[in-house]
Protein backbone atom coordinates (compact mmCIF):
# COMPACT_ATOMS: atom_id res chain seq x y z
CA UNK A 1 0.00 0.00 0.00
CA UNK A 2 1.03 3.49 -0.46
CA UNK A 3 -0.16 6.54 1.07
CA UNK A 4 0.55 9.76 -0.14
CA UNK A 5 0.63 13.61 0.00
CA UNK A 6 1.61 17.07 0.73
CA UNK A 7 3.61 17.61 4.45
CA UNK A 8 0.46 17.76 6.55
CA UNK A 9 -2.14 15.50 5.12
CA UNK A 10 -1.59 13.06 7.83
CA UNK A 11 0.58 10.66 5.55
CA UNK A 12 2.54 8.80 9.08
CA UNK A 13 0.03 8.80 11.58
CA UNK A 14 -2.51 7.05 9.21
CA UNK A 15 0.18 4.69 7.78
CA UNK A 16 0.69 3.59 11.41
CA UNK A 17 -3.23 3.51 12.44
CA UNK A 18 -4.02 1.46 9.24
CA UNK A 19 -0.78 -1.07 10.38
CA UNK A 20 -1.40 -1.54 13.48
CA UNK A 21 -4.93 -2.97 12.39
CA UNK A 22 -2.93 -5.34 9.57
CA UNK A 23 -0.95 -6.87 12.34
CA UNK A 24 -3.48 -7.77 14.57
CA UNK A 25 -3.74 -7.65 18.60
CA UNK A 26 -0.53 -9.44 18.89
CA UNK A 27 1.80 -8.52 15.83
CA UNK A 28 4.51 -6.43 15.98
CA UNK A 29 4.99 -3.17 13.89
CA UNK A 30 7.98 -1.85 12.44
CA UNK A 31 8.69 1.77 10.73
CA UNK A 32 11.69 2.57 8.60
CA UNK A 33 12.14 6.25 9.61
CA UNK A 34 13.71 8.28 6.83
CA UNK A 35 12.16 11.88 8.43
CA UNK A 36 14.79 12.67 11.05
CA UNK A 37 12.68 10.69 14.03
CA UNK A 38 9.38 12.27 12.97
CA UNK A 39 7.23 9.32 13.61
CA UNK A 40 8.47 9.31 17.33
CA UNK A 41 5.34 11.77 18.10
CA UNK A 42 2.72 9.28 17.62
CA UNK A 43 4.89 6.61 20.23
CA UNK A 44 2.46 7.53 22.79
CA UNK A 45 -0.77 6.74 20.17
CA UNK A 46 0.65 3.56 18.75
CA UNK A 47 3.28 0.64 19.89
CA UNK A 48 6.23 0.29 17.04
CA UNK A 49 9.55 -0.27 16.89
CA UNK A 50 11.43 2.02 14.86
CA UNK A 51 15.01 1.58 12.62
CA UNK A 52 16.50 4.62 11.55
CA UNK A 53 17.91 5.09 7.97
CA UNK A 54 20.95 7.70 7.65
CA UNK A 55 21.56 7.05 3.79
CA UNK A 56 18.78 6.30 1.77
CA UNK A 57 20.24 3.49 -0.70
CA UNK A 58 17.60 1.04 -2.23
CA UNK A 59 20.48 -1.32 -0.41
CA UNK A 60 19.96 0.42 2.89
CA UNK A 61 15.93 0.16 2.78
CA UNK A 62 16.07 -3.43 1.31
CA UNK A 63 18.30 -4.59 4.35
CA UNK A 64 16.33 -2.57 7.18
CA UNK A 65 12.85 -4.53 5.58
CA UNK A 66 14.19 -7.99 5.51
CA UNK A 67 15.43 -7.79 8.91
CA UNK A 68 11.93 -6.85 10.05
CA UNK A 69 10.72 -9.56 8.16
CA UNK A 70 13.07 -11.63 9.95
CA UNK A 71 12.54 -10.80 13.97
CA UNK A 72 8.77 -11.41 12.82
CA UNK A 73 7.07 -8.23 12.17
CA UNK A 74 3.87 -8.56 11.06
CA UNK A 75 3.35 -4.80 9.22
CA UNK A 76 6.45 -2.52 8.08
CA UNK A 77 5.78 1.37 7.33
CA UNK A 78 8.31 2.54 5.22
CA UNK A 79 7.94 6.91 6.00
CA UNK A 80 9.18 7.62 2.99
CA UNK A 81 9.76 5.75 0.57
CA UNK A 82 10.76 9.46 -1.55
CA UNK A 83 13.86 9.52 0.52
CA UNK A 84 15.09 6.54 -1.45
CA UNK A 85 15.03 8.89 -4.68
CA UNK A 86 16.08 12.34 -3.78
CA UNK A 87 18.05 11.43 -0.44
CA UNK A 88 21.66 10.68 0.22
CA UNK A 89 22.43 7.64 -1.01
CA UNK A 90 19.33 7.75 -3.41
CA UNK A 91 18.64 6.60 -7.06
CA UNK A 92 18.79 10.23 -8.33
CA UNK A 93 22.70 10.55 -6.97
CA UNK A 94 23.53 6.90 -7.61
CA UNK A 95 22.30 7.74 -11.46
CA UNK A 96 24.41 11.42 -11.30
CA UNK A 97 27.33 9.73 -9.87
CA UNK A 98 29.26 7.75 -12.22
CA UNK A 99 29.60 7.90 -15.95
CA UNK A 100 26.16 6.26 -17.58
CA UNK A 101 24.80 6.14 -13.95
CA UNK A 102 21.26 4.81 -14.71
CA UNK A 103 23.04 1.73 -16.08
CA UNK A 104 23.52 1.39 -12.00
CA UNK A 105 20.58 3.03 -10.86
CA UNK A 106 17.74 1.39 -12.54
CA UNK A 107 18.81 -1.77 -11.35
CA UNK A 108 18.73 -0.67 -8.39
CA UNK A 109 15.49 1.08 -7.85
CA UNK A 110 14.47 -2.55 -8.94
CA UNK A 111 15.80 -4.46 -6.64
CA UNK A 112 13.95 -2.23 -4.10
CA UNK A 113 10.88 -2.73 -5.81
CA UNK A 114 11.13 -6.60 -6.32
CA UNK A 115 11.92 -6.71 -2.22
CA UNK A 116 8.58 -4.63 -1.79
CA UNK A 117 6.31 -6.50 -3.39
CA UNK A 118 8.29 -10.23 -2.25
CA UNK A 119 8.12 -9.41 1.10
CA UNK A 120 6.21 -11.43 3.51
CA UNK A 121 4.82 -8.88 5.79
CA UNK A 122 1.87 -6.04 5.22
CA UNK A 123 4.23 -2.81 3.91
CA UNK A 124 2.53 0.30 3.65
CA UNK A 125 5.42 3.36 2.34
CA UNK A 126 4.37 7.09 2.45
CA UNK A 127 5.13 9.10 -0.65
CA UNK A 128 6.24 12.83 -0.66
CA UNK A 129 4.31 15.17 -2.94
CA UNK A 130 4.74 18.31 -4.84
CA UNK A 131 3.91 20.70 -7.41
CA UNK A 132 5.52 19.68 -11.02
CA UNK A 133 6.18 22.26 -13.65
CA UNK A 134 6.68 22.55 -17.25
CA UNK A 135 8.77 25.22 -18.79
CA UNK A 136 7.55 25.80 -22.34
CA UNK A 137 8.18 28.58 -25.29
CA UNK A 138 5.16 30.65 -26.76
CA UNK A 139 4.38 31.61 -30.28
CA UNK A 140 7.45 34.40 -29.34
CA UNK A 141 9.75 32.50 -28.18
CA UNK A 142 9.19 33.44 -24.27
CA UNK A 143 9.57 31.17 -22.08
CA UNK A 144 6.49 29.51 -20.13
CA UNK A 145 5.83 27.85 -16.90
CA UNK A 146 3.05 26.02 -17.11
CA UNK A 147 1.31 24.27 -13.64
CA UNK A 148 0.60 20.59 -13.81
CA UNK A 149 -0.66 19.66 -10.34
CA UNK A 150 0.98 17.57 -7.73
CA UNK A 151 2.97 14.82 -8.67
CA UNK A 152 4.50 11.93 -6.50
CA UNK A 153 8.53 12.35 -5.36
CA UNK A 154 9.80 8.86 -6.53
CA UNK A 155 10.25 7.31 -9.88
CA UNK A 156 7.25 8.00 -12.57
CA UNK A 157 4.54 5.11 -12.51
CA UNK A 158 5.90 3.85 -8.74
CA UNK A 159 1.54 4.02 -7.92
CA UNK A 160 1.52 0.79 -10.56
CA UNK A 161 3.88 -1.55 -7.98
CA UNK A 162 1.29 -1.58 -4.96
CA UNK A 163 -2.36 -2.89 -4.87
CA UNK A 164 -3.54 -0.22 -2.68
CA UNK A 165 -2.98 3.87 -3.56
CA UNK A 166 -4.40 6.34 -1.19
CA UNK A 167 -4.05 10.32 -1.85
CA UNK A 168 -4.28 12.26 1.47
CA UNK A 169 -5.74 16.00 1.37
CA UNK A 170 -4.79 18.86 4.25
CA UNK A 171 -8.16 17.50 5.54
CA UNK A 172 -6.53 14.26 6.44
CA UNK A 173 -8.97 12.53 4.17
CA UNK A 174 -8.19 9.69 1.47
CA UNK A 175 -8.90 9.31 -1.96
CA UNK A 176 -8.23 5.94 -3.91
CA UNK A 177 -6.26 6.25 -6.44
CA UNK A 178 -5.86 2.63 -7.16
CA UNK A 179 -7.69 -0.63 -5.42
CA UNK A 180 -8.39 -4.02 -6.65
CA UNK A 181 -12.14 -3.12 -6.22
CA UNK A 182 -13.86 -0.97 -8.83
CA UNK A 183 -17.04 0.08 -6.73
CA UNK A 184 -14.45 2.81 -4.09
CA UNK A 185 -12.11 3.69 -7.05
CA UNK A 186 -12.05 7.25 -7.04
CA UNK A 187 -14.12 7.78 -3.67
CA UNK A 188 -12.99 10.01 -0.88
CA UNK A 189 -12.93 7.88 2.49
CA UNK A 190 -12.98 10.46 5.96
CA UNK A 191 -9.54 10.22 8.23
CA UNK A 192 -9.42 6.08 7.23
CA UNK A 193 -8.29 4.33 10.43
CA UNK A 194 -9.28 1.00 11.89
CA UNK A 195 -11.98 0.30 10.47
CA UNK A 196 -11.01 1.24 6.86
CA UNK A 197 -8.30 -1.29 7.43
CA UNK A 198 -10.34 -4.03 8.66
CA UNK A 199 -12.71 -3.68 5.71
CA UNK A 200 -9.21 -4.15 3.54
CA UNK A 201 -8.50 -7.50 6.08
CA UNK A 202 -11.89 -8.59 5.07
CA UNK A 203 -11.69 -8.17 1.92
CA UNK A 204 -8.06 -10.12 1.57
CA UNK A 205 -9.29 -12.74 3.57
CA UNK A 206 -13.12 -13.10 2.16
CA UNK A 207 -13.34 -11.35 -1.20
CA UNK A 208 -15.50 -9.11 0.42
CA UNK A 209 -15.27 -5.36 2.05
CA UNK A 210 -18.07 -3.14 4.10
CA UNK A 211 -16.09 0.52 3.87
CA UNK A 212 -18.15 3.47 3.37
CA UNK A 213 -17.50 6.49 1.33
CA UNK A 214 -16.42 9.38 3.87
CA UNK A 215 -19.89 11.19 2.99
CA UNK A 216 -21.90 8.39 4.43
CA UNK A 217 -19.66 6.88 7.56
CA UNK A 218 -18.49 9.38 10.31
CA UNK A 219 -15.55 8.17 11.63
CA UNK A 220 -13.32 9.50 14.83
CA UNK A 221 -11.39 12.66 14.58
CA UNK A 222 -7.52 12.51 14.14
CA UNK A 223 -6.06 12.59 17.10
CA UNK A 224 -2.96 15.54 17.47
CA UNK A 225 -0.86 15.15 20.26
CA UNK A 226 1.60 17.73 21.66
CA UNK A 227 2.79 15.50 24.81
CA UNK A 228 6.51 14.00 24.66
CA UNK A 229 6.59 10.27 23.41
CA UNK A 230 7.15 7.91 25.91
CA UNK A 231 10.21 6.44 23.65
CA UNK A 232 12.63 8.05 21.80
CA UNK A 233 13.68 5.13 19.87
CA UNK A 234 13.12 1.85 20.05
CA UNK A 235 15.77 -0.59 17.69
CA UNK A 236 14.18 -3.14 16.02
CA UNK A 237 15.39 -6.23 17.17
Given at each position: ????????????????????T????????A????????S??????????????????P??????L?????????????????????????????????????????????????????S????????????????????????V????G???????G??????WV?E????????????????????T???P???????????????????????????????????????????IQ
Amino acid sequence: MQIQGVSGSGKTYTALALAKTFAGEKGKVALIDTEHGRSELYSNLFDFDVAKLNVFSPGAYIDALNQAARAGYKAVVIDSLSHAWIGPGGVLEIANGVFAGWKKATPEQNRLIEALLSSPVHIISTCRMKTGYTVDRDATGKQVVTKLGLEVVQRDGIEYEFDWVFEMNLDHDAKVIKTPLPDIDGMTFKRPGKDFAEGILRFLSEGITTTEPADETPTPELVATTTAPKTTERKIQ
